[in-house]
């Protein structure tokens, strides 16, 4: 089994900044991509960000220019800047497991809540 948790989250005032680590642990050899989502009240989940071993990284458009997402070892960061009050949600780390297809993030963590005051 894998498990994922997410800290970082907190409140931070519009054009600030927050970096986001997850920690995998368990069955960590049986992960393949790792995804950054985030949910907002009334609103579906949405990825934000993924990345793959040895892939490069993908970023929804509202996010392009302003986070990355980086792996090292059991760590997977999102570092965001230039946050707007949009980007208010619940972020979670997701992996996809080995032989699972594209795009499928079967592993969630708790989620960690990222607050932007305008």
């Known amino acids: 089994q894998v498990q994922l948790v997410e800290s970082g989250g907190g409140l931070v005032q519009a054009g600030g900044s927050l970096r986001l680590s997850c920690a995998t642990s368990?069955?960590?050899?049986?992960?393949?991509?790792i995804a950054w989502a985030r949910q907002a009240p009334g609103k579906q989940r949405e990825l934000v960000a993924t990345?793959?071993?040895?892939?490069r990284p993908t970023y929804a458009d509202s996010v392009k220019g302003r986070f990355t997402i980086s792996r090292d070892k059991n760590l997977v960061y999102l570092q965001m800047n230039s946050l707007k009050p949009e980007d208010t949600a619940i972020y979670f780390c997701?992996?996809?497991?080995?032989?699972?297809?594209?795009?499928?993030?079967?592993?969630w963590g708790q989620g960690t809540q990222v607050t932007v005051s305008s």
């Open positions: 990345v793959g071993i040895g892939g």
């Open positions: 368990g069955s960590i050899l049986n992960i393949n991509d």
């Open positions: 997701g992996a996809r497991l080995l032989y699972r297809p594209p795009g499928t993030f079967d592993v």
